[in-house]
């Protein structure tokens, strides 16, 4: 089965400075990827996605997310961080094999220090 | 983008009593529509996979005769909750995929349960 994996389970950056959150994936064939935001309380938000093409994905927020093959990994990145992006984040695979299914990540909590 | 509702977003009920919660797609045709259930701090869970017109598919581990899920038309699918229970609290996401848009899977804002 597809699945994704997100190492950390909270990442804390300093504001202004550069975010990473990482995800790497376990798919046959091609990967479709995904990255969720979700405040407290709040359902989720769409980032971005990679199907194919450019392997820097730019997405909402200013959030990126690099497409790595070799390293099977798919981090999402933001040049500078804001206190408002403190959130759960989810990084997500399309299941080919189970009917499309989004199937998530376990989430990490990002922590944006003033 | 496509806009999927919830309703209710918060329910509070006894234990023993059964809960109905709605998703609906606003503008678009859902084909298909998903069950996430989410604990506190941790990940979305599938729970089940409903189609239109067709009986749901559960996920391992779910019990379809507690999460009774019905998809009748192409822009209403519920999830009833039935004789809940205090460890049934949870928080419930519904998700839609359809028509042109079969490619994406969008998702609703939540329903959270509190079952006393």
């Known amino acids: 089965a597809q699945s994704v994996a997100q190492p950390e389970d909270q990442v804390n950056v300093a504001e202004g400075n550069p975010l990473t959150v990482k995800c790497t994936y376990s798919?046959?064939?091609?990967?479709?990827l995904f990255w969720y935001v979700q405040y407290p309380n709040r359902g989720l938000q769409f980032l971005l996605k990679y199907i194919t093409g450019d392997n820097l994905v730019k997405g909402s927020y200013g959030f990126e997310a690099e497409f790595n093959k070799s390293q099977t990994s798919f981090h999402l990145k933001k040049p500078s961080a804001l206190v408002s992006d403190s959130a759960l984040y989810f990084c997500?695979?399309?299941?080919?094999?189970?009917?499309?299914?989004?199937?998530f990540g376990k989430g990490t909590r990002l922590h944006i220090l003033p | 983008g496509a806009v999927v509702s919830q309703h209710p977003s918060r329910v509070i009920c006894k234990s023993g009593t059964s809960v109905k919660i709605e998703c609906r797609s606003l503008d678009f045709q859902a084909t298909t529509m998903f069950w996430y259930r989410q604990f506190p701090k941790q990940s979305l869970m599938l729970m089940a996979t409903?189609?239109?017109?067709?009986?749901?598919?559960?996920e391992q581990g779910v019990e379809k005769d507690k999460f009774l899920i019905n998809h009748a038309s192409l822009t209403l699918s519920t999830l009833t909750v039935t004789s809940a229970h205090p460890e049934d609290s949870s928080f419930y996401i519904c998700?839609?995929?359809?028509?042109?848009?079969?490619?994406?899977?969008?998702f609703g804002p939540g329903t959270r349960l509190t079952v006393l």
């Open positions: 409903s189609n239109e017109g067709s009986k749901a598919t559960y």
């Open positions: 998700s839609a995929r359809g028509g042109s848009r079969y490619n994406e899977q969008f």
């Open positions: 798919v046959s064939g091609n990967p479709y």
């Open positions: 997500a695979v399309r299941d080919i094999e189970r009917d499309d299914k989004i199937i």
